[in-house]
């Protein structure tokens, strides 16, 4: 019997703030380059009145993968927490009308928190240097997780970001045991070294014990299991789960499950935001993958997707995918 979902996602709702940004700025202001820092209501609010004109679009690393699945024409749901505020509102509906389910229940107006928001900072090199305000996606719990829908989905896709928390860990255990119990299944995404480096042991834990399928990029994954040598980070990541997808900047991504390996080259593109990389690489990837496509080919449509969502502002598609799969034979 077919499941209503092929992929429902678990992570951060956020907003992102997108500004275009120097390496001095950055400097200037204690910004580390390229990777994700959290901030404080204040400080996000500090740093929003010296960026320069920026451009508000709905993000958050899972609500990225979930909205590209739908784009794609994926059945897919998302579970991540926005309060009844603006950019809540934003938020609900980007991703309600890209043509995902989404339920999860408001945060009142008078919550202490606010919906999150990422001010996202590009330098001119493409890269992308992110200062995260949570606020009210950090009070993500289990009473968020419709046990029913995650029982009714062939995958779960959990967010590493979100990785952070008891109560988010009890809802994340509760999505997996939803998931398992109705034969699913369960990919993750480490998100960010930062994430790595705070979670490394329940990473680990999570990885071998519940994982058919491991998203990272090649930072990520050196830093989970400590070692510089790629290879044997890769062979190792591939005992524990059984498949494993890591991006590799303009290499491209590897996909190991077993003892087979595949090489998807990266599309050559003029990269003007990097932001969503990964995630847009990852809805593709499970897209085709859902969809009864090989290892290989998911890899390849992954990297398209990903070189897609780099040429523009923003970290959500505008081409057509499926028309892009199809000019490299594989539709």
Request: proline share 3%; net charge negative; aromatic share 6%.
């Amino acid at each position: 019997m077919s499941k209503t979902f092929q992929v429902v996602g678990i992570g951060n709702a956020m907003v992102d703030v997108l500004s275009s940004s120097t390496d001095e700025f950055l400097a200037e202001n204690g910004i580390g380059k390229g990777i994700m820092q959290l901030t404080d209501r204040e400080r996000g609010v500090a740093l929003y009145d010296l960026i320069g004109p920026a451009k508000e679009i709905s993000g958050g690393s899972a609500a990225n993968t979930i909205a590209g699945i739908a784009h794609l024409g994926g059945a897919t749901a998302y579970v991540g927490k926005v309060k009844d505020d603006q950019l809540g509102a934003i938020f609900s509906h980007d991703l309600r009308a890209q043509g995902a389910t989404y339920e999860t229940p408001l945060a009142p107006k008078d919550h202490e928190a606010e919906t999150g928001r990422c001010i996202v900072l590009v330098t001119p090199d493409g890269e992308r240097s992110m200062n995260t305000y949570l606020g009210v996606t950090e009070f993500l719990g289990p009473d968020d997780v419709d046990a029913d829908q995650c029982a009714d989905a062939d995958w779960i896709y959990l967010e590493g970001y979100r990785f952070d928390g008891p109560a988010s860990v009890a809802a994340f255990d509760k999505a997996i045991a939803a998931c398992k119990g109705a034969g699913g299944r369960v990919s993750i995404t480490l998100s960010d070294p930062f994430c790595v480096d705070r979670h490394r042991d329940a990473f680990r834990g999570l990885i071998k014990d519940h994982t058919d399928l491991l998203f990272c990029n090649r930072s990520e994954l050196l830093s989970m299991y400590q070692t510089e040598d790629f290879d044997a980070a890769l062979a190792q990541a591939a005992a524990e789960v059984e498949i494993v997808a890591c991006t590799d900047s303009e290499n491209g991504a590897h996909i190991v499950s077993g003892n087979d390996r595949w090489h998807a080259p990266a599309m050559p593109v003029q990269i003007v935001d990097a932001t969503g990389a990964g995630d847009l690489f990852a809805g593709a990837f499970l897209w085709a993958l859902t969809n009864g496509h090989d290892l290989e080919s998911c890899g390849r449509m992954g990297c398209i997707a990903a070189s897609e969502v780099i040429s523009h502002i923003g970290a959500r598609p505008e081409a057509d995918l499926k028309a892009l799969f199809a000019e490299q034979g594989l539709l």
